[in-house]
């Protein structure tokens, strides 16, 4: 079962980032046999008994208390969307009724939304959990070249591309902690919807041809969209540095719009205007000869 492998490999993850020290527990000399802590020494910081947090451990969490995991979470120094993550994990473990089987990863937007999308002056997308770029404004989709509307039958999914096409080093100033990054993500995403069949072909597919992906994956990390920076190096203009906001959608339900935001005056603010007329221009059936270095990023494939 899903739920039960995930959250042994979680909790046994977390478990050996954590130096005695860091816990706050005496350092006992001699070479220890595993990283991190013992399954003794959690149990003693949650306080309950070492078969108990073994067990938990195991998947066997049938029963367990939200004080009991939040204490373990405690234990184990997790952060607000680990904590969210586990107690995600438990609850569909513990209540197989509960298990989200029928819900399915959205790929289309309300009109509205779209309507909010183009009002915006700054690039603007929106993702699914899986990280389909599902709806997009038209500077959203001259930062990353996709078609302005956006192709009804390819999908662009940021996973794939970071991973699976060449272009993703360039084209991410930081490509290493953006590749961490989707990875987190597509954990957290994992866990609230383990019956996503769209995500587990997709996790599949990157699992089988990339073998950094497989390392990232097994690390076991979680993180959730909220605010931050974004750093490219777009192959028309230049290097772009953004910050943004994500916003879940209350009116499609499971998509997260971001949006990026730029410095009045700054170079990406020249630069994004460039872009915008680049955009314009193709829109307009206008759009200049592109020089073949500067292949648009195009990883599609229907999910």
Known sequence: MFEREEISSFLTSRRARIS???????????????????????????????????????GSVRGASREVLEAIARALQLDET???????????????????????????????TQMVLDALSVPALVQNPRLDVVAANALGAALYGLPYPLSSGEVFNAARFQFLDGRADDFFVDHIKARRNVVSLLHQAAG???????????????????PEFRALWASHDVIRFRRGSKHYRHPLVGDL???YESFALTTDPGLTMLVYTIEPHSPTAERVALLEAW?????????????ARSARVNPRNPS
Do not use: M, W
């Open 279 to 291: 955009s314009d221009h193709r829109i307009d059936g206008t759009e200049p000869e592109i020089p």
């Open 192 to 210: 609230e919807n383990p019956s996503d069949e769209g995500l587990i072909r997709l996790v599949g597919e990157l699992s089988t041809h990339s």
């Open 20 to 58: 005695p020290e860091s816990a706050g527990l005496p350092a006992y000399g001699g070479k220890r046999r595993v990283p991190g802590l013992r399954r003794e020494e959690v149990a003693q910081l949650a306080g309950v008994s070492t078969d108990y947090y073994s067990k938990l451990e195991r």
């Open 241 to 243: 540095e953004f910050g």
């Open 82 to 112: 680990e904590t969210v993550h586990l107690l995600n994990l438990v609850q569909l473990t513990s209540s197989p009724t509960r298990r989200r089987t029928s819900t399915r990863t959205r790929t289309v937007v309300a009109a509205g």
